[in-house]
């Protein structure tokens, strides 16, 4: 299981897993609740029987997509 800090850099904190930086808030209190929330996703998750990952009306999770210059959504 990862293990999920939060740091103080600056006037931001960074959300840390396994001393990993993730992401960064401008909110002590955001980044507790992105921590809190993720945590109890991935326990809910590692919960469910090894079939039971996704409901049967879900599809898979597919490479995400980043916005770039030329088309915003490609």
């Not at 904190?13 to 993720?38: G, H, M, N, P, W």
């Not at 029987?49 to 030329?70: H, N, T, Y």
């Amino acid at each position: 299981m990862s293990r999920y800090s939060i740091q103080k850099k600056g006037s931001e904190y960074v959300v840390l897993v396994d001393d990993q930086s993730i992401l960064t808030f401008t909110s002590r209190r955001k980044a507790a609740k992105l921590v809190a929330e993720a945590s109890e996703l991935l326990s809910v998750q590692s919960a469910l029987p090894a079939g039971e990952e996704r409901g049967g009306d879900q599809s898979p999770v597919k490479a995400a997509k980043f916005l770039d210059d030329e088309v915003r959504f490609p």
